[in-house]
């Protein structure tokens, strides 16, 4: 019953910045990690930030530097702050939810619907 609802995509110029949030609904318990994937037409989805429940964060080599992720756990919402924005970056991002407990129980991960980022050059 776990639901990933994204917001604050849309349409920017390069150089320009976007936040995505996708808050977690339902009767959670804990999730151990959040992310947010990404995957542009015609290629394969990939990771580009996530962060645990302990706060560790990684990114891909693509985003380092120009892409923040943070969580707020009272809201079970997960942010991605996206700053210098690429064309390249262009693409429908997912947020997903790892190793979510619930009052049900455990579920290995939840996928949001995607929304769409589009970067124009």
């Known amino acids: 019953q776990v639901q990933l609802v994204e917001s604050g995509g849309g349409l920017v110029q390069a150089g320009g910045s976007l936040r995505l949030s996708c808050a977690a609904s339902?009767?959670?318990?804990?999730?151990?990690?959040m992310g947010w994937y990404r995957q542009a037409p015609g290629k394969q989805r990939e990771l580009a930030a996530s962060?645990?429940?302990?706060?560790?964060?990684n990114y891909a080599d693509s985003v380092k530097g120009r892409f923040t992720i943070s969580r707020d756990n009272a809201k079970n919402t997960v942010y991605l702050q996206m700053n210098s924005l690429k064309p390249e970056d262009t693409a429908v991002y997912y947020c997903?939810?790892?190793?979510?407990?619930?009052?049900?129980?455990?579920?290995?991960?939840?996928w949001g619907q995607g929304i769409q980022v589009t970067v124009s050059s």
């Open positions: 997903k939810a790892d190793g979510v407990h619930t009052n049900r129980g455990f579920a290995p991960y939840y």
């Open positions: 339902g009767s959670i318990f804990s999730i151990n990690a």
């Open positions: 962060i645990t429940s302990g706060g560790s964060t």
